[in-house]
């Protein structure tokens, strides 16, 4: 499965919001190193994790990297054991025990659908599979999970605050099958928390990721040869850095702090700001006329983007990661700004070569 920012709906209607985010917690069982199992472990963020546990970046005695792909023998890396497994398979919690996992990173969802995907698919991966690996925890004895979740579960609202914390509900949005995923995730993820108080909860709200061979449909926005806003709104996008969202996975694996993370660099760059620096124009159209538009396009099949996104660029959810620095423990080393001028260079150092 792809990792990051995605489902029939589920069977009940969702409430209006999840549980506010509860104070991080020290963990109840003893610090030392883990048994991690990575599932994901094939998309980019996976990719990245296992690297760095493969480089012993952190203390481990088993690094497992399970995907629903098998890895070609070209890819694979000493020290790791690699397994093909679907996250919604009722044999997980079987491999969760063959290996001994202590520690799960749970990083499979669907990002960007494949063309012959659909909103059903898009659910069982994304939240029926999430509750599986749950219930192989459970069964397996597990002590920690660490989650990538992501800002985009807060939603695409006009009424969202200027800058989101860890508090605020979480309102996702329906039309958008990622957004309204990622919100029942963690609505699952709440009730977890209440009925099964030993399995350790590292949640991660991730914001934008960027690194220097990113490729997502963000950085497709940014291909285009002008950037499309919004009359009425700057369309903020918080960035963070890929390496420090792998810094901030390990801490989460042998840290003893549980909670909820927004995981966001410093700062934010308007799509004015962004068009100024990869040097294109910015045109700037009503929402209305760029809904009907996109939804003749996307009908035609001309665009990958609905109208239905119009929401994901007219209202950015800006991440507050004051609670990552103070109470996690974490600083991130690039701001919004730095990691894009990174993104930029190495885009003109690919386009050179």
Not at 79 to 99: K, N
Not at 224 to 246: H, N
Request: hydrophobic share 45%.
């Amino acid at each position: 499965m792809n990792t990051d920012a995605g489902g029939a709906n589920s069977g009940d209607a969702p409430t209006a919001s999840a549980p506010a985010a509860s104070a991080p917690a020290a963990s109840a069982h003893p610090a030392g190193p883990r048994a991690v199992l990575v599932t994901g472990a094939g998309g980019y963020l996976g990719t990245e994790l296992v690297a760095a546990l493969a480089a012993g970046r952190i203390e481990t005695t088993r690094v497992v990297a399970a995907d629903v792909r098998e890895t070609p023998p070209e890819r694979r890396l000493a020290g790791v054991e690699y397994v093909q497994a679907d996250i919604r398979s009722p044999e997980l919690a079987t491999l969760f025990q063959r290996f001994a996992v202590d520690t799960v990173v749970h990083l499979a969802s669907i990002v960007t659908p494949g063309s012959k995907s659909d909103r059903e698919f898009e659910y069982s991966v994304d939240v029926k599979g999430t509750e599986n690996v749950l219930l192989a925890c459970a069964a397996a004895g597990v002590r920690r999970i660490v989650v990538s979740s992501s800002g985009a579960a807060y939603g695409y609202h006009a009424d969202n605050p200027a800058w989101l914390t860890e508090d605020c509900p979480l309102r996702g949005n329906e039309a958008f099958a990622y957004s309204h995923h990622k919100r029942l995730v963690e609505e699952m993820l709440a009730r977890w928390r209440a009925d099964h108080p030993r399995l350790e909860q590292v949640v991660l709200r991730i914001g934008t990721i960027l690194g220097a061979t990113v490729h997502n449909q963000i950085t497709d926005l940014f291909e285009k040869p002008r950037l499309i806003a919004l009359r009425g709104s700057d369309s903020p996008f918080v960035f963070v850095w890929d390496q420090d969202v792998v810094a901030c996975l390990l801490q989460a694996i042998v840290g003893e702090k549980t909670g909820i993370f927004n995981v966001a660099g410093d700062g934010v760059l308007t799509i004015h700001q962004i068009a100024a620096k990869l040097g294109k124009r910015c045109v700037v159209l009503p929402p209305t006329l760029l809904r009907f538009a996109l939804r003749v396009l996307k009908a035609l099949g001309l665009t990958q983007y609905g109208p239905e996104q119009l929401d994901f660029l007219r209202y950015r959810p800006v991440l507050d990661n004051s609670r990552l620095k103070r109470d996690f423990g974490y600083v991130p080393r690039l701001t919004s700004e730095q990691v894009f001028d990174l993104y930029l260079e190495a885009r003109r150092d690919r386009g050179a070569a």
